[in-house]
């Protein structure tokens, strides 16, 4: 080097820039990176990332310092451009940065968040870290970043329509069509396909998943239930038949959604008091005004065609069940009617009759619950809700605002998870519709009928209680855990946005703010203003509930639904998938024998069996509420609000685990330390 270039080189400006690759599988780039620093006062140039790790220094979880030299400083830093060229004879490989953090002369450090996959050789540019919303991303190259950034985003992220009546859902043609960084992981791509196989091999084996046969006796059933088993599966086995069991699974099975208190009975089931009270103990009416009447209304399946089974007919009822709160506070049913219009050959069960009509009429309210809650309370209400929420944030809200760093982490995998559940659950080959009571025909009208009735307030867990009047029910611990957690995601969710936005007005300029919740009640509630969804914002308290709904939806709402399938529908009797048989026009008619034919055949409930193991399973490499393991923030205060919130999250986890030691049947579905971020199973 010449005296001259030695001088040169002394005066340059120094910047250091540290690059942190992720630690996933396949993380790991063997190709020259490139980067250039972009700042308010000028630009480096694109400069070779080279020191001596040589090419090891992007290897997976490897954190690599290079210098990068400026003839003059470039003032603050706004973004950085990053691109990667494969050496000679080498392929392009595929690399997943986690964060580049620059140093600039002056000491002062920026982050700039990159989470995502780099796979071609085409230029990258990422936003310093500092959150910013449209109207104050003054720079014309900061605002050029994001005018390019949105308009890609656009392109990978296109809405489409799945079936009409349903949500909008993604346009993908297959998992390897999706965008890389919202593909499943290695680790979780290969346990979930094992977790599939596995399933239906282990019960193939046993020659059953293509026997059309009905069970013959109960025995034959619990063979093939023994082979996976959980603490309350093997409780719901034992309790199954019993009316207090099936009362309890109204407050905190999988679906805790539909129990109302009934203070006036439905016009279309005419019970009476001679019905329900021996020798005029009590009164309806005085039942209902004293708050111990509930109500189960299954109406949103009144009409319905039932799906054909393996060349059989089957039956889908749309019952009425009311329910007793006894002095010991138990939850008892009282009466069963399972069509909802009173006929002759409709008759109201009761628990006085013969021990199966009794059992049967609760078969086919079990079995009703079944598509009710798959169907609206799960597939409608948690997977189809969170994708139209990410697609619409990932569409119209780039990296550097404040709501994509808040709500990412509530987006993994849902937009590969929902693929695979329209391939392989409610496609036309799917198990759901070859195989569920209320598959076929049946399945889109109800879910027609589940979105036209949806409200927002129902989606907001303290309105929902109170509009089903369940507030003072004992024993209710989705109720109890969910209201304490929707209060600890308002708090960090107001702490949050209010640190960025200070007034109404900021909300309601904020552009790309309000195309995500144009765009949410477009595609998501097909424009429909009787949802009372908003349309737009017009002031922070309407933003931070609905960013809590969301939150609370992909997380808290979603666990509470899916994650005790198996515990609840793994012993078939107590969820049956579908029905063989009409049910009883008249009593004393039933058996055990008749009982069994009713039951799915034995195909069926291996299909479903092994569904709603699947669907109970989450993967090794899964995140709990309230872990951020992607630094989005560059802020102090969003990290101290999400310590605050871990923190809380942490005192809910352990009183819950506390109390439930003390129950017969735990209830841990919204217990935070077993809960996922993101609806990703």
């Known amino acids: 080097m010449s005296v001259k270039e030695t001088q040169n080189r002394v005066k340059m400006v120094s910047y250091k820039v540290t690059v942190s690759t992720a630690i996933p599988a396949y993380a790991t780039t063997l190709n020259n990176v490139f980067i250039k620093l972009v700042g308010t006062d000028g630009e480096s140039d694109r400069s070779w990332l080279c020191n001596l790790s040589g090419p090891l220094a992007f290897t997976a979880g490897k954190v690599s310092t290079f210098t990068v030299l400026c003839p003059v400083s470039i003032g603050k830093p706004i973004l950085i451009e990053l691109d990667k060229k494969p050496l000679l004879l080498f392929r392009e490989d595929s690399w997943f940065p986690d964060?580049?953090?620059?140093?600039?002369?002056?000491?002062?450090?920026?982050?700039?968040?990159i989470y995502r996959w780099i796979t071609d050789s085409e230029v990258h540019r990422f936003r310093e870290g500092t959150a910013l919303r449209v109207f104050e991303d003054i720079h014309h190259l900061g605002r050029y970043s994001r005018e390019l950034e949105l308009n890609q985003r656009e392109k990978d992220y296109s809405w489409d329509v799945y079936s009409e009546g349903m949500p909008h859902n993604m346009k993908v043609e297959g998992p390897l069509s999706l965008p890389c960084e919202v593909r499943f992981s290695f680790t979780k791509t290969t346990e979930f396909g094992f977790t599939a196989l596995a399933g239906i091999a282990e019960l193939g084996l046993k020659g059953l998943s293509g026997s059309e046969s009905s069970w013959t006796n109960m025995d034959d059933l619990n063979r093939v239930f023994c082979n996976k088993r959980t603490d309350i599966s093997e409780y719901v086995q034992e309790h199954w038949k019993e009316d207090a069991f099936f009362g309890y699974q109204y407050l905190n099975g999988v679906n805790p959604m539909l129990i109302q208190r009934c203070t006036a009975l439905p016009k279309n089931l005419p019970v009476t008091d001679d019905m329900l009270f021996l020798h005029g103990q009590r009164s309806l009416a005085d039942e209902m005004k004293k708050g111990n009447i509930f109500l189960l209304d299954y109406k949103r399946l009144d009409g319905l065609t039932a799906n054909i089974v393996n060349g059989k007919q089957q039956y889908l009822m749309a019952p009425l069940v009311l329910l007793q709160k006894t002095p010991d506070d138990t939850l008892m049913p009282i009466a069963i009617q399972l069509k909802q219009t009173p006929a002759d050959d409709n008759p109201i069960f009761l628990p006085t009759d013969s021990e199966y009509d009794w059992l049967t009429a609760k078969l086919f309210v079990r079995s009703a619950d079944f598509s009710e809650h798959q169907l609206n309370v799960h597939l409608l209400?948690?997977?189809?809700?969170?994708?139209?929420?990410?697609?619409?944030?990932?569409?119209?809200?780039?990296?550097?605002?404040?709501?994509?760093?808040?709500?990412?982490?509530?987006?993994?995998?849902?937009?590969?998870?929902?693929?695979?559940?329209?391939?392989?659950?409610?496609?036309?080959?799917?198990?759901?519709?070859?195989?569920?009571?209320?598959?076929?025909?049946a399945m889109g009208t109800i879910l027609k009928r589940s979105l036209s009735s949806?409200?927002?307030?129902?989606?907001?867990?303290?309105?929902?209680?109170?509009?089903?009047?369940?507030?003072?029910?004992?024993?209710?611990?989705?109720?109890?855990?969910g209201l304490k957690l929707w209060d600890i995601i308002q708090r960090f969710v107001e702490g949050v946005l209010t640190f960025y936005y200070k007034s109404d007005e900021e909300v309601e300029k904020d552009t790309e703010l309000q195309k995500w919740i144009s765009d949410i009640f477009e595609h998501g509630f097909l424009s429909q203003k009787s949802t009372g969804i908003p349309q737009r914002f017009t002031s922070v308290a309407e933003?931070?509930?609905?960013?809590?709904?969301?939150?609370?939806?992909?997380?808290?709402?979603?666990?509470?639904?899916?994650?005790?399938?198996?515990?609840?529908?793994?012993?078939?009797?107590?969820?049956?998938?579908?029905?063989?048989?009409?049910?009883?026009?008249?009593?004393?008619?039933?058996?055990?024998?008749?009982?069994?034919?009713?039951?799915?055949?034995?195909?069926?409930?291996?299909?479903?069996?092994?569904?709603?193991?699947?669907?109970?399973?989450?993967?090794?490499?899964?995140?709990?509420?309230?872990?951020f393991p992607e630094g989005h923030f560059s802020e102090v205060i969003p990290w101290e609000l999400m310590k605050d919130f871990q923190g809380e999250l942490e005192v809910l986890s352990a009183a819950i685990e506390v109390r439930n030691r003390k129950l017969d049947i735990p209830y841990t579905y919204l217990d935070p330390a077993k809960m996922e971020n993101s609806v990703a199973i």
């Open 381 to 441: 209400r948690t997977h189809l809700l969170a994708e139209v929420f990410a697609v619409s944030l990932l569409r119209n809200v780039p990296m550097v605002h404040p709501l994509y760093k808040l709500l990412i982490p509530h987006t993994r995998y849902t937009l590969q998870i929902n693929f695979l559940a329209r391939l392989a659950l409610i496609s036309e080959t799917g198990v759901f519709t070859k195989f569920a009571s209320s598959g076929g025909e």
């Open 454 to 481: 949806m409200t927002y307030s129902s989606l907001c867990m303290p309105e929902d209680i109170a509009e089903r009047g369940m507030e003072e029910v004992p024993n209710y611990y989705y109720r109890d855990d």
């Open 543 to 627: 933003l931070v509930k609905f960013v809590t709904m969301v939150i609370f939806t992909c997380s808290a709402q979603h666990s509470a639904v899916n994650t005790g399938q198996y515990d609840y529908g793994g012993w078939m009797p107590n969820t049956p998938i579908s029905l063989q048989l009409p049910p009883p026009t008249t009593k004393g008619t039933t058996s055990e024998a008749t009982m069994l034919n009713t039951l799915p055949d034995v195909s069926t409930t291996v299909q479903g069996m092994s569904t709603v193991w699947l669907l109970s399973k989450p993967s090794s490499d899964f995140v709990t509420l309230g872990q």
């Open 99 to 113: 964060k580049v953090e620059v140093e600039c002369p002056d000491g002062d450090t920026y982050n700039f968040p």
